[in-house]
């Protein structure tokens, strides 16, 4: 069992920032890889950013340059700074884990989500 709590999202005019986070808890052995993936009303749940266990990070199109995917090993937490939003940047922000449980099986969790809207 694997719980993962989200916090950051909100109400910002474009041209803001935000960050979010992402907390991972639980029976985890190890932690594969870390993520931020989003789903905008009407569209397709998207991969927005993500770091490997290796520190490796990879960037949807449309966010390079903006966001920044980091993560902190101790606390086993993610987080997605987000400059420079767009109205378009709004969605509802789901932080994904992929992990080794401690009964030697991977498996990967979903957050809730978080709502980012982006408007004047």
């Known amino acids: 069992q694997v719980q993962l709590v989200e916090s950051g999202g909100g109400l910002v005019q474009p041209g803001g920032s935000l960050r979010l986070s992402c907390a991972a808890s639980g029976s985890i052995f190890k932690i594969n890889a870390m993520g931020w993936y989003r789903q905008a009303p009407g569209k397709q749940r998207e991969l927005v950013a993500a770091i490997t266990s290796g520190g490796s990070t990879n960037y949807a199109d449309s966010v390079k340059g903006r966001f920044t995917i980091s993560r902190d090993n101790a606390k086993n937490t993610v987080y997605l700074q987000m400059n420079s939003l767009k109205p378009e940047d709004t969605a509802v922000y789901y932080c994904?884990?992929?992990?080794?449980?401690?009964?030697?099986?991977?498996?990967?969790?979903w957050g809730q989500g978080t709502q980012v809207t982006v408007s004047s």
């Open positions: 994904n884990v992929a992990v080794l449980t401690v009964v030697f099986r991977n498996q990967v969790y």
